[in-house]
């Protein structure tokens, strides 16, 4: 299947500092891109639907201002997390769909840890 | 009513079994439904998924889901359980009714015991 590299796996930051979330397809363009947010033994909530060159859609809830999307290229998307506080402490997945794909390709998620 | 329930939130199987991982949906209309398995800090790896055609369908690793549609089931399935197998199993529907994006259940740890 296709390949979808997230970096970092894991980062500790300090409350009050941004952090950024890189999402990859290794071998695909993908003109949608999702972020998801998981909390420990819970399912994934999505949190905003990004396509290359256009504004997120977020999900009801989710604080556009927080939590800032760009997806700027058809290989690449960035999640940051602005002005990260303990709350924010939770596992981020991004997935990858290719235009006509039926499927999405998740990356490996990230660990942060907001200190 | 949930678009997609995993109405077990664990599933235990000696190794050398068959395992079952059973989801329901309620979507209107033709879904697509998948499966997902996530280990440990990782993120999701697809399995396989129905999106028309013959209704059992079989995907990595062995495994292999049923879609029945007057159940509105698609449950997963695999003749003979290895204790890597072992891990949390998301079943996912994606439908028009929801803007065409992913919807996960809740999620289902199976653990194969040797």
């Known amino acids: 299947g296709a390949v979808v590299s997230q970096h970092p796996s894991r980062v500790i930051c300090k409350s009050g500092t941004s952090v950024k979330i890189e999402c990859r397809s290794l071998d695909f363009q993908a003109t949608t891109m999702f972020w998801y947010r998981q909390f420990p033994k819970q399912s994934l909530m999505l949190m905003a639907t990004?396509?290359?060159?256009?504004?997120?859609?977020?999900e009801q809830g989710v604080e556009k201002d927080k939590f800032l999307i760009n997806h700027a290229s058809l290989t690449l998307s960035t999640l940051t997390v602005t002005s990260a506080h303990p709350e924010d402490s939770s596992f981020y997945i991004c997935?990858?769909?290719?235009?006509?794909?039926?499927?999405?390709?998740f990356g490996q998620g990230t660990r942060l840890t907001v200190v | 009513a949930q678009s997609v329930a995993q109405p077990e939130d664990q599933v235990n199987v000696a190794e050398g079994n068959p395992l079952t991982v059973k989801c329901t949906y309620s979507v209107s209309g033709n879904p697509y439904l998948f499966w997902y398995v996530q280990y440990p800090n990782r993120g999701l790896q697809f399995l396989l998924k129905y999106i028309t055609g013959d209704n059992l369908v079989k995907g990595s690793y062995g495994f292999e889901a049923e879609f029945n549609k007057s159940q509105t089931s698609f449950h997963l399935k695999k003749p003979s359980a290895l204790v890597s197998d072992s891990a949390l199993y998301f079943c996912?529907?994606?439908?028009?009714?929801?803007?065409?994006?992913?919807?996960f259940g809740a999620g289902t740890i199976l653990r194969v015991k040797s």
């Open positions: 997935s990858a769909r290719e235009e006509g794909d039926t499927e999405a390709f």
């Open positions: 996912a529907v994606r439908a028009v009714e929801y803007g065409n994006k992913l919807v």
């Open positions: 990004s396509n290359e060159g256009s504004k997120a859609t977020y």
